[in-house]
């Protein structure tokens, strides 16, 4: 059984970072391709960030690109999300996620595994 746990969510006034952990356990870690999506009341769920298992490459939406940061530690088994510079648009529930897949994965439906979410919450 495979469990994606998230954790470093919270409330912070606009321009703080953050950073968000996604510990992940039940296979090897370095068989998925990991993603961050992010769902604010009333909208559907937002691809955010992905780091391909194949390459390692990043992948970003353009609302976050050069603000946010994901990473991979594979002998940790995690992954994080720093997020900088942050907007109250970027208040959500962030969630992460893996898939079996390659390369950028931005659909939420190709991602097998979803962690339970954590409150990010920016006041202007």
């Known amino acids: 059984q495979v469990q994606l746990v998230e954790s470093g969510g919270g409330m912070v006034q606009a321009g703080a970072s953050l950073r968000l952990s996604c510990a992940v356990s039940g296979r090897t870690f370095s068989s998925y391709t990991m993603g961050w999506f992010r769902q604010a009341p009333g909208k559907e769920r937002q691809f955010v960030a992905a780091i391909s298992r194949d390459s390692g490459s990043e992948y970003y939406d353009e609302s976050v690109k050069g603000r946010f940061a994901i990473s991979s530690d594979n002998a940790k088994n995690t992954v994080c999300l720093q997020m900088n510079s942050l907007k109250p648009e970027d208040t959500a529930v962030y969630y992460c996620?893996?898939?079996?897949?390659?390369?950028?994965?931005?659909?939420?439906?190709?991602?097998?595994?979803w962690g339970q979410g954590t409150q990010v919450t920016v006041s202007s």
């Open positions: 996620a893996a898939t079996y897949k390659f390369g950028l994965v931005y659909r939420a439906s190709e991602y097998d595994h």
